[in-house]
């Protein structure tokens, strides 16, 4: 029950962010709204504070995004531990 709400939190919040189509947070590049996921290039919601780092499922929480450079951030901010990981490693 918790989750149907939320997904659709999530959906309305999508739309409010992509309403006047702004550029990109990270890159501060334009965004082509219509370049379907999971393309690099496409619109994603970004969380300026990753859930891993107590972040909050909230409008204020939330910036657009190109895919790719959700990911890219993603990498550095949400996988502490995977990082943690490879870093131990004696090459
Ligand atoms: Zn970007």
């Known amino acids: 029950m918790a989750r149907k709400r939320s997904d659709t939190l999530r959906k309305r919040h999508r739309t409010l962010i992509a309403r006047g189509h702004p550029p990109c947070a990270i890159?501060?590049?334009?965004?082509?709204?219509?370049?379907?996921?999971?393309?690099?290039?496409?619109?994603?919601?970004?969380?300026?504070?990753?859930?891993?780092?107590?972040?909050?499922?909230?409008?204020?929480?939330?910036?657009?995004?190109?895919?790719?450079?959700n990911r890219v951030k993603s990498d550095r901010l949400e996988q502490p531990e995977l990082r943690q990981h490879y870093t131990n490693r004696t090459w």
């Open 27 to 69: 890159c501060h590049q334009p965004i082509d709204y219509t370049i379907p996921y999971p393309d690099p290039d496409s619109f994603v919601v970004d969380h300026k504070t990753p859930f891993a780092h107590g972040g909050k499922d909230t409008l204020d929480n939330k910036q657009p995004a190109h895919n790719r450079c």
